[in-house]
């Protein structure tokens, strides 16, 4: 290699390129990896060296990722180390409390200015009718500082992972506070603790008490962990590429972009292939988050537990983003009350933990939408919950005949939907009740659970109609785009269906029928089968294993398409 060449490769491995971000679908970021994996080898039992290696090739990984935003992750982190210093070493509580406040005020203003800045605008520009701009007011100041205009100070990026990073490092403020965790003494610790790469960019978010205690540990990775890792970054892959990727390229793509050139079954259809796009997309990255972690002697917590089991809302939130469901229940839900203050403060405190859930994982108003349909149908099934057998028959009734009304009225696709959903739920109530109470007597757990699970896995998925938009386009196009996708999907679902043609379009996309019927049956098999197939995985030769993963990664190799698909949490 000549000099020239050399200097070339130096010049772009130390710059970063947004076309070529180290994602884990890549080869690039496997050779990363390597390359910190023999590094961490020779300083597994040097503590704080180890730590400081990590936490430079996490800063490296990140500024591959998401470029001089590095700078800004660098300054939360050290934020939060002096704000948590600052905690856990004063007596005086009223000063405690102004370091505490301090940290959170100084988090979510860098999360404000940079993912809610457009959304925040434009809600100001439509209540007082005005025509305020965004000026990128750091890349002005930055650009006069230095005499140069190399930053767009008429935009404003939105930096990779901001949401997790930030709302990591505010629970490690607060935990600090209530004195759940002590500060980390060492800055170098510390930047360990909010970098770690493989959940910086999507999660999931680690608490200080649950990753804090191994900083001090020494790397040890048994033959049966080395199996676990290496099977959670198979199935993350294959999730991800497989499920994820293929089906969104191949047909939820091409839908959700032009709804009315597509027949009413395949939007029905794809709005079913996108609730199980987005799972395998995201707990595919949180596998392999978690595998990669586990190889360098590191545990992250569980972030889903098959969410589409869930037999209710409240229960789909207990499986779904757990670290994110499990943050707003503690920093947010109980704070304001929870369940303490009487059923009214518990329901208004519920539906604001949902609200801005839904705002967390997008600056416009479609996800402030979805997190309270969400809200919503929490609520719904407390009420459900409440009432016996016959009550929920002539409640049932009684919206299958609104609707039916609605419709015969004003007969728009919306309230066909209406009519059919509430039909279908009206039906099980009738069913459950003259079988259990006038029939038998006898309750039916297993199928009542089925049936549970359904119409949650419904639920669920309708309410995706809102989740998916143009990350790309501002906070009020978003609510625009993501508002006539859902109507224009709706009214599709809700138009004249023709039968017939199902049977072709089955045909046509005989690959994704497949590979959606695939997936969802192993998101319903048992969780102890799981397990077995897990632990004996990890029981098999390491031969075995090598070969099990040279022939995972050719059967990923077929399913790669041309433009790799980068993970939809990336845009929160």
């Known amino acids: 290699m000549s000099l020239e060449n050399l200097k070339l ?16 679908t890549q080869f690039y970021f496997w050779a990363f990896f390597a390359l910190v994996f023999a590094g961490l080898t020779l300083l597994k039992n040097k503590i704080l060296l180890r730590n400081t290696f990590l936490m430079f090739a996490s800063l490296f990984f990140y500024f591959k990722t998401s470029g001089l935003f590095v700078i800004l992750l660098l300054f939360t982190t050290l934020n939060c180390f002096w704000v948590g210093k600052k905690i856990d070493t004063t007596e005086n509580i009223q000063h405690r409390k102004w370091f505490v406040f301090l940290g959170i005020f100084v988090n979510l203003l860098l999360l404000a200015y940079f993912k809610y800045a457009y959304f925040f605008t434009s809600v100001y520009n439509s209540m007082f009718n005005t025509n305020v701009e965004i000026v990128n007011y750091l890349a002005l100041w930055t650009n006069q500082c230095t005499g140069s205009s190399y930053f767009d100070v008429g935009n ?7 949401s997790f990073y930030t709302f990591q490092s505010i629970s490690y403020v607060i935990d600090v506070y209530r004195r759940q965790v002590a500060h980390v003494s060492n800055f170098l610790n510390f930047g360990l603790f909010v970098t770690f790469f493989p959940g910086l960019v999507a999660g999931p978010i680690i608490r200080a008490s649950q990753f804090v ?3 001090y540990k020494k790397f040890f990775l048994s033959r049966k962990q080395f199996g676990i890792a290496v099977f ?5 892959l294959m999730k991800k590429i497989i499920l994820s990727d293929y089906i969104a390229v191949n047909f939820v793509d091409r839908v959700i972009e ?4 597509f027949t009413s079954f395949e939007n029905f259809f794809a709005i079913f292939c996108y609730s199980l796009q987005v799972y395998a997309d995201f707990s595919g990255y949180t596998d392999i988050a978690i595998g990669v972690a586990m190889l360098m002697g590191f545990y992250m917590p569980k972030n889903f537990d098959a969410p ?16 994110l469901s499990t943050w707003l229940k503690d920093y947010l839900y109980i704070p304001l009350g929870g369940n303490r203050k009487g059923k009214f403060r518990t329901n208004v405190n519920l539906m604001i933990t949902m609200l801005l859930g839904g705002l967390w994982h997008g600056a416009s108003w479609n996800f402030v939408l979805w997190g309270g349909l969400n809200g919503v149908g929490i609520l719904i099934f407390k009420g459900w919950r409440s009432i016996n057998n016959r009550k929920r028959l002539f409640v049932t009734l009684f919206f299958f005949l609104l609707s039916l009304l609605l419709y015969l009225l004003f007969p728009v696709p919306a309230f066909k939907i209406a009519l059919i959903w509430t039909g279908i739920i009206c039906l099980g109530a009738s069913l459950t009740y003259l079988y259990i109470d006038v029939l038998t007597k006898k309750p039916l757990p ?3 659970r089925v049936w549970s699970i359904f119409l949650t896995f419904i639920f669920i998925t309708f309410t995706r109609l809102f989740f998916r938009t143009g990350s790309n386009l501002t906070p009020s196009e978003q609510t625009t785009h993501a508002w006539n996708t859902a109507k224009a999907m709706i009214n599709q679902i809700g138009g004249s269906w023709n039968w017939a043609q199902i049977p072709e379009i089955m045909a046509t996309y005989k690959s994704v029928f497949l590979l959606f019927a695939l997936g969802m049956t192993i998101h319903w098999l048992p969780g102890r089968w799981k397990r077995w197939y897990r632990i004996n995985f990890t029981l098999l030769p390491l031969w075995v294993i090598g070969v099990a993963v040279v022939v995972s990664v050719f059967i990923v190799y077929q399913f790669i398409t041309a433009d790799l698909q980068p993970f939809i949490y990336f845009q929160f």
């Open 213 to 215: 205690p191994q900083l």
């Open 156 to 162: 404003i990026l939105l930096p990779v992972g901001i």
């Open 446 to 448: 297993k199928l009542n």
């Open 258 to 261: 032009n709804p009315q050139l």
């Open 308 to 323: 589409y089991k869930a037999t209710n809302p409240g229960d789909f939130w207990k499986r779904w983003h757990i670290s």
């Open 9 to 24: 490769f130096f010049s772009n491995l130390l710059s970063f390129d947004d076309q070529f971000p180290l994602l884990f």
């Open 232 to 236: 959670w970054i198979l199935n993350g």
